[in-house]
T-cell receptor, first 114, second 113 residues
Framework: GENVEQHPSTLSVQEGDSAVIKCTYSDSASNYFPWYKQELGKRPQLIIDIRSNVGEKKDQRIAVTLNKTAKHFSLHITETQPEDSAVYFCAASFIKAAGNKLTFGGGTRVLVKP | GAGVSQSPSNKVTEKGKDVELRCDPISGHTALYWYRQSLGQGLEFLIY????????KSGLPSDRFSAERTGGSVSTLTIQRTQQEDSAVYLC???????????FGSGTRLTVV
């Protein structure tokens, strides 16, 4: 089955700096890579996703890149703000017509220091 | 409904008792997923449903865990003879058939004492 590794496990950045989180996956058939943000005591929420036919996707201060050859993908947050402090999870799946589950990385705790 | 609804939000139970956790997915979402999150840990897959059938139940940790879904909507996760290691937040998510873009519920925090 799929296995997703995520690094680093914790990340502390100064407000205004950039944060980068990296994930690798094992199943070359995986074609869907979402990122979730989980604030303390809250549910995980989808913040951005990318499909395997795209190399990069941006949404305001957030961007995700995908390297299918190397089987890794990354989340980039620019101009970090205190409200970006949370745990971020990457995930991977081979989405097919009948659906499939997401396999999650272990999470990255991001702390943005004002 | 407007979102994924889980109940109860908190459950404290004595070791050895059975518990039932409920998930009501977003209307129209045919796929439903159960995950477990231990304190400060990641998201551990338990089982997923497509309609009323469960194509993948590989994550259920033991035969004390079971789940069902009826009418293609509400799902119940049952844990029999609870153990202290079952203490965790149990998260439910739903999506359209394809599986793109899960929406998670707020979870049930289970504490076994």
């Amino acid at each position: 089955g799929e296995n997703v590794e995520q690094h680093p496990s914790t990340l502390s950045v100064q407000e205004g700096d950039s944060a980068v989180i990296k994930c690798t996956y094992s199943d070359s058939a995986s074609n869907y890579f979402p990122w979730y943000k989980q604030e303390l005591g809250k549910r995980p929420q989808l913040i951005i996703d990318i499909r395997s036919n795209v190399g990069e996707k941006k949404d305001q201060r957030i961007a995700v890149t995908l390297n299918k050859t190397a089987k890794h993908f990354s989340l980039h947050i620019t101009e970090t703000q205190p409200e970006d402090s949370a745990v971020y999870f990457c995930a991977a799946s081979f989405i097919k017509a009948a659906g499939n589950k997401l396999t999650f990385g272990g999470g990255t705790r991001v702390l943005v220091k004002p | 409904g407007a979102g994924v609804s889980q109940s109860p939000s908190n459950k404290v139970t004595e070791k050895g008792k059975d518990v039932e956790l409920r998930c009501d997915p977003i209307s129209g979402h045919t796929a439903l997923y159960w995950y477990r999150q231990s304190l400060g840990q990641g998201l551990e897959f338990l089982i997923y449903f497509q309609g009323n059938s469960a194509p993948d139940k590989s994550g259920l940790p033991s035969d004390r865990f079971s789940a069902e879904r009826t009418g293609g909507s509400v799902s119940t996760l049952t844990i029999q003879r609870t153990q202290q290691e079952d203490s965790a937040v149990y998260l439910c998510a739903s999506s359209f058939t394809s599986g793109w873009g899960y929406t998670f519920g707020s979870g049930t925090r289970l504490t076994v004492v």
